[in-house]
């Protein structure tokens, strides 16, 4: 399976490690092509065109790559039981993460909040 | 004020269709959707049943179908949530969050959405141990016990395929028999690793981080007991999203707008399409069969040519 989005992708562990090191402001969606994972990479589309977020990398994984175990195994991730990961970095840190389904309204409410 | 023709309430394939429609025939067209474009459809992993294309994901021809609108000329909003409308005068209004808008006609295509149990818990817990999407989340429970809510299709066939995954699966149904196929109920009776807890409903989610119970009421004798389980999957069927629109058009019991075969709703000029209209088969194309007729009527009704009226 790959991802069939029009964001960026990461499909190792170091471009992640590049970006979140060289970007202050980072958001990752981990998931499949599934129904809980769509909506989010929509947002992030949205988000990313809108020019409202300059300031921020949008950038999605594929869970099933092995390399996605960056994220898989966060410590923030560790409860976690629904696709997708989304990770939130900041100067290098994890500084927000959630699970499963997000609208649009509550990413631009995460990124408002963070930046 | 920004005015328009038509006005498009929905941005799945009812309403994308729609807007095709009525944008080619130069009507001036808004969509506005209050999530993304495409409806349930970008849920779909796989279309393979859709007329004249192979295989394609769902979240693909939802693309396709707004990119198609889009070059037609439609305008197109999406994440904006519905404040007030007006449909009761010959000009119809609508107001969001990010605008005021005018036209002659409204087509109502907003679709709808998974039923949630409701409880203050279940929020809590979703994306840590609740879901909605066996395909999707089912793999996090392998080897563990879960529950599966509900008694219908959905919930039997879900549960069965859970069993791939999960120890054992659960199955709560707050009735005494299921509201499904037999060839269902038979899978998930045959089948070794799934269990059955008839005449009870969820009281509460429990847990820290992610869940790791549930409190379940007996129906028959009002007795509650806790059920240790790291994942609850809930199909309990799907609601309308019509809630918005009950002071203004006819719903059915089922709270889905009632139309003719023309999709034109009680209200003249408003017009319904797509899932959130009382009909027996929801697929993609029976959202676009209404979505094409609904434009077709409209452009009879705003040129005062149909030749029912006339």
Do not use: W
Not at chain 1, 4 to 24: C, G, M, Q, R
Not at chain 2, 179 to 206: G, R, V
Not at chain 2, 229 to 249: L, M, N, Q, R, W
């Amino acid at each position: 399976m790959t991802l069939d989005t029009n964001l960026k992708h990461f499909s190792t562990a170091a471009e992640l490690e590049e970006i979140i090191n060289s970007s202050e402001n980072v958001m990752v969606c981990c998931g499949r092509m599934g129904p809980m994972c769509v909506p989010v990479y929509g947002a992030m589309e949205e988000l990313q065109a809108s020019g409202d977020y300059d300031n921020v990398e949008f950038r999605d994984m594929l869970f099933d790559n092995p390399e996605a175990s960056v994220i898989r195994n966060l410590p923030e991730c560790s409860s976690f039981r629904g696709l997708p990961f989304t990770v939130y970095y900041k100067n290098g840190k994890v500084v927000k993460a959630t699970s499963s389904i997000q609208s649009k309204e509550q990413v631009t409410e995460i990124l408002d909040e963070i930046l | 004020m920004k005015k328009y023709d038509v006005i498009v309430l929905g941005g799945g394939p009812a309403g994308l269709t729609a807007g095709i429609y009525l944008s080619r025939a130069r009507q001036k067209v808004l969509i506005i959707d209050e999530g993304m474009i495409g409806g349930q459809v970008v849920l779909t992993h796989a279309v393979a049943n859709y007329p004249g294309l192979d295989e394609i994901s769902g979240y693909k021809l939802a693309s396709e179908m707004k990119k198609q609108a889009a070059e037609f000329g439609c305008d197109i909003r999406t994440n904006e949530k519905l404040v007030s409308f007006d449909f009761s005068n010959t000009d119809k209004f609508v107001n969001t969050k990010s605008g005021e808008y005018q036209a002659r006609a409204v087509i109502i295509a907003v679709g709808g959405q998974p039923r949630h149990l409701g409880l203050e818990s279940e929020k809590s817990f979703q994306g840590t141990g609740i879901s909605y999407c066996a395909t999707c989340d089912g793999d996090f429970f392998t080897d563990q016990d879960i529950v599966v809510v509900g008694g219908g299709n959905s919930a039997l066939e879900e549960a069965v395929s859970l069993t791939k995954y999960a120890r054992t699966v659960t199955i709560v149904h707050q009735f005494d028999h299921f509201q499904a196929y037999d060839y269902a109920i038979t899978a998930a009776e045959n089948n070794p690793k799934i269990k059955f807890l008839m005449e009870s409903e969820i009281e509460k989610f429990t847990g820290s981080e992610s869940l790791s119970g549930i409190v379940i009421k007996s129906k028959k004798d009002g007795s509650s007991r806790v059920l240790d389980v790291t994942g609850a999957f809930i199909f309990i069927g799907y609601v309308p999203g019509s809630e918005p629109f009950k002071d203004c058009v006819i719903l059915n019991d089922r709270k889905e707008i009632v139309t003719d075969e023309d999709m034109a709703t009680s209200q003249v000029g408003v017009y319904a399409a797509g899932d959130v209209r009382q009909k027996k088969y929801r697929q993609i194309t029976t959202a676009v069969n209404d979505g094409t007729v609904a434009a077709l009527a409209i452009l009879d009704y705003l040129n005062g040519t149909d030749p029912d009226k006339n």
